[in-house]
């Protein structure tokens, strides 16, 4: 095994970035008329610098990238293919596609796909470029798409949403505080800018955020007045349930609580069979110190919500009550959603906990512990209670009962971060 | 323009092709002027525009010419008097001084091969 670190590719190595930016600005200078200037051929002299940091197949992902961006000064030439090729082409973009065969999907597009207008190629080709990742070149895409056609809002959502994730914060949010500012934003794109300020004012200082917060929850109100007006063909139901999540995230830390609490019962009575909702609910609940947290948690657990959490939480809560059947039943379930092996070795050791206190053979008891402590060898707290187990069994019962140390509930924080951004994830898919 | 581009205050940090020592004296390392073992492999920043029918990507100067200096294999060889070739990638190489010299012998010996080179373009 080679202890040697996998290089970054791509848009995680900064040479490949650095080379593609410096092909942006000579396309730019080229688009111009000024591809002959002495500054064009100082990006050509820093680009050739950049060389020794790429790879083959870097170098040539920066040569396609390129010939599409010729697209964007119409002046790309296309692959010639016979035309009965072309004209199955689409058909093969598609299934490429649906298939996830991004890069194939890309050379397909440079054979120009018959019947696929321009704008359409701009669209799929920035599908294609974020879904490897890069979001710079995807964001130059949804740009030019949303040029050709600025009557269709998600091409201009999808270009804010390329800037905030290639790493550009701060343009995203100017971009994002502009859009607010227009008052004839199309509510999809008033939900996505809303989305890139709720972000940012996430990783502000309380004092500093708050005027962009106040902007999230004006922009989704105003998003979600205008967007009752559109056909329901027009709405994207996962966008404006984020949106709805970043409005009561914002009120939340505006300090406008019950508005906070009224907005998570708002979206969990109009989306009642998504676990998020609820699950997003009781953790706010846990944030404000609310009883009623468990109640959502129940909620999610009785939709068979994929996510562990709720399961980790009221297994927790039962464990800490003594309830250990309903232990043994939620760890069941919880084990089933998750890969995580510090969660299932959670699940493990407290169904060993519960099985223990219901008197069940200490053979059962001890393989659960030892499987919790091998996906887990580094929890200090997990093999304590499996040495408390042991010493009791080892003093055939006569001794002590073990006193097992119950783990701390699990870190809502990490869960909100998680969960968000895969709620996020479904909103950009659709 | 058959030479190197020596370091210039005035231009971004790296892009000079070799870094004469405090004597103006400079030597085998790996620096020097960069060749490709053909066409094909020239960067997209070095292929004319013109020629974008073959590389669609091309994005080169169009008042740039291609040109060829022999033909054999891509491997460390001398190519003139007192110039070696040194590849350090498949599609990459570079024309450096075959032993220590001043700057001024190392560009004469490179101008020395300017009948040498024939233009190439497709």
């Known amino acids: ?430 | 323009l058959l030479g190197v581009r020596l370091p210039d205050p005035a231009k971004p940090e790296g892009t000079a092709d070799i870094a004469p020592d405090t004597q103006d004296n400079v030597g085998p390392g790996g620096k020097g002027m960069s060749v490709a073992p053909g066409i094909e492999q020239l960067p997209i920043e070095r292929f004319p525009k013109r020629f974008r029918t073959l590389r669609p990507g091309a994005r080169g100067s169009d008042t740039d010419r291609i040109w060829r200096h022999g033909t054999g294999t891509f491997e460390r060889a001398s190519v003139a008097q007192g110039l070696m070739l040194h590849p350090d990638q498949a599609d990459h190489g570079v024309v450096e001084p075959a032993e220590t010299m001043n700057v001024e012998q190392y560009e004469q010996a490179l101008a020395a091969t300017a009948s040498d080179w024939v233009i190439d373009e497709p």
């Not at chain 1, 990742?133 to 040029?147: I, L, M, N, Q, V």
């Not at chain 1, 393989?367 to 929890?379: G, I, K, R």
């Open chain 1, 1 to 430: 095994m080679s202890l040697e670190q996998a290089r970054p590719r791509f848009a995680s190595n900064p040479a490949y970035l650095r080379c593609q930016r410096l092909l942006k600005q000579l396309q730019e200078l080229m688009a111009a008329g000024e591809g002959e200037s002495a500054r064009a051929d100082d990006i050509r002299d820093a680009m050739e610098e950049t060389r020794s940091g790429l790879d083959p197949a870097e170098s040539r992902r920066i040569e396609e990238l390129s010939a599409d961006l010729y697209m964007l000064t119409d002046e790309e030439i296309f692959q010639e293919v016979p035309a009965e090729q072309r004209a199955l082409l689409p058909a093969r973009v598609r299934d490429a596609f649906q298939a996830r065969r991004y890069e194939e999907v890309l050379a397909l597009l440079r054979a120009n796909p018959e019947g696929l207008s321009p704008e359409m190629i701009a669209y799929v080709r920035g599908r294609c470029w974020s879904a490897l990742r890069d979001y710079e070149a995807a964001a130059w895409f949804f740009d030019y798409a949303g040029k050709l056609r600025p009557s269709n809002p998600s091409f201009a959502a999808l270009a804010l949403d390329a800037v905030w994730k290639a790493g550009r914060q701060s343009d995203a949010v100017e971009q994002a505080r502009t859009v607010i500012a227009n008052l004839s934003t199309h509510p999809r794109v008033l939900f996505v800018a809303a989305q890139v300020l709720a972000r940012w004012a996430q990783q502000q200082a309380k004092p500093t955020a708050a005027p962009d917060h106040a902007r999230v929850v004006e922009a989704v109100a105003r998003a979600l007045e205008r967007e009752n007006a559109l056909p329901e063909a027009h709405r994207i139901p996962s966008v404006t349930f984020l949106g709805r999540i970043d409005r009561a995230r914002s009120l939340e830390q505006l300090g406008r609580k019950a508005e906070a609490r009224e907005a998570h019962a708002g979206i969990t009575r109009d989306y009642p069979t998504s676990s998020e909702a609820w699950i997003l609910a009781g953790l706010f609940e846990i944030r404000m110190n609310d009883g009623q947290a468990e109640q959502y948690f129940k909620q999610a657990v009785e939709l068979h919500t994929r996510h562990a959490w709720p399961y980790l939480y009221l297994a927790h809560r039962r464990l800490v009550n003594g309830q250990f059947q309903a232990v043994i039943d939620l760890c069941r379930s919880g084990i089933q959603h998750t890969a995580d092996d510090e969660e299932r070795a959670r699940f493990y050791e407290w169904s060993a906990i519960a099985r223990h206190a219901l008197g069940d053979p200490d053979q059962t008891v001890r393989e659960l512990f030892n499987t919790a402590v091998a996906l887990d060898p580094l929890n200090i707290l997990l093999r304590h209670n499996r040495d408390a187990f042991e010493k009791f069994v080892a003093a055939q019962h006569a001794g002590p009962p073990p006193e097992f140390e119950a783990s701390p509930a699990p870190d809502s924080a990490e869960v909100m971060h998680a969960l968000s951004a895969s709620v996020a994830q479904e909103a950009q898919a659709a």
